[in-house]
């Protein structure tokens, strides 16, 4: 027999079947991908470092949906809203998935390139390097937070039916119209850039400088 014109095996097939399981059951085994390719589990190792490198796999095919070109827009505000819209749309289609990738370390290079950019354009804004981190972090909470309650029931709140929550009642009557997660998201993104707008537009304390 001739040589098969693709390979049977590759990490794109490998992160493609992985994601697949994870969106239909929240995880995925080694056995159960090689089962799904048709291979024996050992031969799938030769592709991957294991688990953590699957997760790496899933991390990287969910990230390819994400536009990282808008962080090349400016002002840069601009940018980190448009890329935080980007960020949570790719990960809302795979909810099931982000559990996995928020208990495992970032180490793809393809996503540790998109943070190195994200430092760049928060660095150029003015953002102190101390608060850069917390900063990407928190836009991380956020927009993987939201994306997961994009899954969630419209209706979380159900007030009690004897009456003894009429304040909660009342709160959700309340609520304009609009999605329930995305108003929230619109609130949440527009608290974080005030904020961040703040940090890049503080003065740093010069030597002699004291406070009160």
Do not use: C
Not at 192 to 210: C, K, M
């Amino acid at each position: 027999m001739g040589r098969p014109s693709k390979a049977l095996l590759d990490r794109e097939r490998i992160g493609a079947t992985a994601l697949a399981l994870v969106d239909a059951q929240g995880d995925f085994s080694v056995p159960q991908i090689a089962q799904r390719l048709g291979v024996q589990t050992a031969s799938v190792y030769h592709h991957v470092q294991g688990r953590a490198g699957i997760i790496e796999l899933l991390r990287v095919r969910i990230a390819e949906a994400v536009d990282a070109s808008t962080l090349d827009l400016r002002p840069w505000d601009r940018a980190v809203e448009a890329f935080a819209r980007s960020y949570r749309a790719a990960f809302a289609a795979h909810p099931r998935a982000i559990p996995l990738l928020t208990m495992s370390q970032v180490a793809a290079p393809e996503a540790l390139a998109v943070y190195e950019r994200a430092v760049g354009l928060l660095i150029e804004a003015g953002v102190p390097e101390e608060t850069v981190m917390p900063v990407i972090t928190a836009l991380d909470n956020l927009v993987l937070g939201s994306a997961l309650d994009l899954a969630a029931p419209e209706a979380m709140w159900q007030p009690a039916s004897d009456g003894s929550t009429p304040l909660l009642a009342r709160a959700l009557a309340a609520v304009s119209s609009g999605r329930r997660t995305d108003v929230a998201f619109e609130l949440a993104l527009t608290a974080l850039l005030t904020h961040v707008r703040e940090l890049a537009a503080a003065e740093p304390e010069g030597p002699g400088t004291t406070g009160g």
